[in-house]
């Protein structure tokens, strides 16, 4: 079982940067695929980056040069860094692990940009 809880978000002005963090209660090691989704009110959650355990990374288009992704496996965190931030930038960003066949979320942390 994996537990993962994020931090990092608040609110910030168009065009500034915040850095999402994402702890997880188990070595990440060997975790082989981890990555980060947000949900806007009113729409579909949707997948931002994923990173796995070969440092291999993936992006929304609409978010690429924009956002990267990265993992500390010596803290056991995910991170994703967020410039240039936008306000359809706004939502509820969650963590999540695939491990063992099975799904993880955090709980989820709020991004808002302001415009």
């Known amino acids: 079982q994996v537990q993962l809880v994020e931090s990092g978000g608040g609110l910030v002005q168009a065009g500034g940067s915040l850095r999402l963090s994402c702890a997880a209660s188990?070595?990440?090691?060997?975790?082989?695929?981890m990555g980060w989704y947000r949900q806007a009110p009113g729409k579909q959650r949707e997948v931002v980056a994923s990173?796995?355990?070969?440092?291999?990374?993936n992006f929304a288009d609409s978010v690429k040069g924009r956002f990267t992704i990265s993992r500390d496996n010596a803290k056991n965190t995910v991170y994703l860094q967020m410039n240039s931030l936008k306000p359809e930038d706004t939502a509820v960003y969650y963590c999540?692990?695939?491990?063992?066949?099975?799904?993880?979320w955090g709980q989820g942390t709020q991004v808002t940009v302001s415009s």
């Open positions: 999540y692990a695939r491990y063992r066949l099975h799904d993880y």
């Open positions: 188990r070595t990440i090691f060997s975790i082989s695929f």
């Open positions: 990173i796995t355990s070969g440092g291999n990374t």
